[in-house]
């Protein structure tokens, strides 16, 4: 073994027994301080002739990079063991937090969503849903509510900056999503789609400018309005418990002729008249109708063979009726002292 190869082989044996970085940084001045053989060696060349001076110097030049990649990989791998252990040592133990937090739950207008599907579907609905971020056409066209329609005053719409000015909006109401059941299913149909929908309005305690409703649609053959107002009272005595019923009153809908009003007995003082309710005993949920046959019409559907009826209303109003919230904010807020109690 030359004097080098002697050199190399005690530093690894050196590194090897280095078990923290404090020992790999005594071990680092051993192999290449001022005492180490490696100096000693490069001392030596002063006495070799100019040839074996240059090969000499190369070799303990290359020996010292080595070694020096040596003492780099031991002290990465050494750090990595510390870091893993300091990080078990200060980990915190958060099962007593864990445990007086709770598990969490669903927000109300979630959980009312819910149950509102399930009263449907154990009525034979199916659910289908369509997407926030509407067209034009679906939001309103094909609702039969043509551009600068003074009905679409009904609806306070916030457009998107997307394609031609007030072709790309953010659907009023849920229902362009009958349109969308319509053009993808033949009739029968008897679905129910809720979700989100978006109005430019100043929020006060009844209105929040995002809101959720449910929409309704049922298309068939020999459909009249005793089923839309059947309907109706059977979702609101299952939803609302035995001493609520529901009354409609006429009203207009361009998509849908006759339209009604859809009111329930007041849940806060069970008809005979309260500040909610304004001393009418009812509060209002929502619109109906029967299809009028120009949106049949828009979806390619004979309107002498099939006939139906729709109804939208707000979710978050049903659960501030059912729970009594006095204002609908507070259901956009997360406050926890609102969501703990539900
Ligand atoms: N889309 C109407 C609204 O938001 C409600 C409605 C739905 C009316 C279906 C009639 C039929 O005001």
């Not at 053989?37 to 010292?64: N, S």
């Not at 750090?79 to 864990?98: F, G, I, K, N, P």
């Not at 109708?289 to 979806?299: H, I």
């Amino acid at each position: 073994m030359t004097e080098v190869e002697g050199i190399l082989a005690t530093a690894a044996a050196l590194l090897a027994g280095a078990t923290t970085v404090e020992e790999v940084q005594a071990a680092a001045t051993e192999l290449l301080g001022k005492k180490s053989a490696l100096t000693a060696a490069h001392r030596g060349l002063a006495g070799l002739d100019p040839d074996g001076r240059r090969e000499v110097g190369r070799e303990l030049q290359e020996a010292k990079a080595r070694i020096e990649e040596l003492i780099g990989a031991r002290r990465s791998a050494l750090e990595a063991v510390e870091r893993a252990a300091r990080l078990d040592r200060d980990r915190l133990d958060l099962t007593e937090a864990r445990g007086k937090r709770g598990p969490g739950h669903l927000h109300l207008v979630q959980r009312t969503r819910d149950e509102l599907e399930d009263v449907f579907v154990g009525m034979g609905f199916v659910v289908a849903e369509g997407p926030e971020v509407e067209t034009d056409w679906y939001n309103f066209e094909a609702l039969n509510i043509p551009p600068a329609h003074p009905a679409r005053g009904m609806w306070d719409t916030l457009y998107l900056e997307f394609g031609d000015p007030e072709t790309i909006l953010l659907r009023t109401h849920t229902s362009p999503v009958q349109i969308r059941v319509m053009e993808g299913q033949a009739p029968p149909i008897y679905a129910v789609m809720p979700g989100r929908c978006y109005r430019r309005d100043t929020p006060d305690a009844r209105h929040i400018p995002i809101f959720h409703q449910i929409e309704g649609l049922v298309i068939d053959r020999g459909i009249s309005f005793a089923e839309l107002a059947g309907t109706i009272e059977a979702f609101t005595t299952s939803y609302f418990g035995p001493d609520i019923h529901s009354r409609l009153r006429p009203a207009f809908f361009p998509f849908t002729e006759p339209s009604a009003e859809f009111e329930i007995t007041c849940t806060i003082c069970k008809g005979s008249g309260c500040r909610t309710c304004s001393q009418t005993g009812w509060i209002e949920l929502g619109g109906c109708g029967m299809v009028d046959p120009a949106v049949l019409d828009a979806v390619g559907l004979d309107a002498e063979e099939w006939s139906g009826f729709a109804f939208g209303f707000g979710i978050d109003r049903c659960a501030q009726m059912r729970h009594e919230i006095p204002d609908m904010r507070i259901l956009l807020e997360n406050d926890v002292r609102f969501l703990r109690q539900l």
